[in-house]
């Protein structure tokens, strides 16, 4: 099995964890040679050093708690804290988490059957400085802001969901990209760089090679139409494949066409990556203008 095979199975598979996958994607961004996709892998192994190097699936939105005590034994273990009762240069801080470290470190909160909400502790010095700010005749002796289950679970779904479009994109243009020797990249800076953009970083604004018309339109518009679905159902149906395996394609697009904008897309968009990577010769190339689009409906 070629290097971008092994790389596709391993995102479709539920039980290889996200950094067997990613180290395997290493090994894949020394031979594009393309430094930019080497230093995201390096900062999903490793951690961000800085919160400008994260990226915006890293950052969500969350609220505080504390747990608050008072006299004659009051106490009251899971209270929010409501952010206008803090300075307004505080308020964003309380109600933003940034998720730095590595991704096998978040991947580990969601091992298991457990679904239990992570947390990041306020600094002890700021739970002191407001203990008694936040709620009258109580005192706050511990805060933290809450990350949701579904938070982590959404963040690891999304770099290996990245990873397999890249790797999509990757062997659309060169099947054997994998394969190649060091120091010979088989794809231009230029075009590798331009694919890292589309399905990893999400800036899909400058792609503008070898599209239609709609292409263009499609990335740059802000949902996806009926129009787009059925032109990538013409795409598809146009290509010399299996008559069967057209059918089976078709099926999987109208299912993602009925559940565009619901919690289903995701499992029938998955569907169609995975049966896109059984047959990417074939269909890869027709494909490949839509993904962009694909991809942004998952967030």
């Known amino acids: 099995m070629s290097l971008l095979r092994e790389i596709q199975a391993a995102a479709t598979d539920q039980s290889t964890n ?19 996709f080497k230093q995201w892998i390096d900062n999903e192994l490793n951690g961000y050093k800085t919160i400008e ?16 005590v008072g006299g004659f034994g009051m106490q009251a273990p899971n209270l929010p804290i409501p952010p206008s009762c ?33 947390h990041e502790p306020w600094p002890a010095d700021m739970t002191a400085r407001f203990a008694s700010k936040i709620y009258q005749r109580v005192n706050c002796i ?14 690891v779904d999304t770099v290996k969901t990245r990873v397999l479009n ?20 088989p794809l231009s800076q230029e075009k590798t760089t331009q694919i890292f953009n589309t399905y990893i970083t999400g800036n899909v604004q400058n792609v503008a090679t070898g599209g239609s018309d709609f292409r263009q339109k499609a990335i740059s ?8 679905f059925q032109k990538l159902l013409d795409a598809i149906m146009h290509t010399e494949e299996d008559t069967k395996i057209i059918n089976m394609m078709t099926a999987i697009v109208e299912e993602m066409r009925g559940t565009s904008g619901t919690t289903q897309f995701r499992k029938h968009y998955l569907s169609f990556m995975s ?3 059984d047959h990417m ?8 203008p839509y993904l962009p689009v694909l991809v942004r409906l998952l967030t």
């Open 18 to 36: 996200t950094a067997t996958l990613l180290r395997k994607c290493k090994i894949l961004a020394v031979r594009l040679g393309n430094e930019e």
């Open 53 to 68: 190097e994260l990226p915006e699936y890293r950052i969500i939105v969350t609220g505080s708690y504390g747990y608050f």
């Open 86 to 118: 803090l300075p307004e240069n505080l308020r964003k801080w309380v109600t933003t988490c940034h998720l730095m470290q590595a991704i096998s470190s978040y991947e580990s909160c969601i091992d298991g059957d457990e679904r239990d909400d992570s």
């Open 142 to 155: 511990r805060a933290w802001k809450l990350i949701p289950h579904n938070a982590i679970v959404g963040l």
């Open 166 to 185: 890249f790797v999509i994109g990757i062997e659309a243009e060169d099947p054997d990209a994998g394969e190649a020797p060091l120091h010979q990249p």
């Open 221 to 228: 518009s802000s949902g996806l139409s009926d129009e787009m």
């Open 275 to 277: 049966a896109l990577s």
């Open 281 to 288: 010769q074939v269909f890869g190339p027709v494909v490949a």
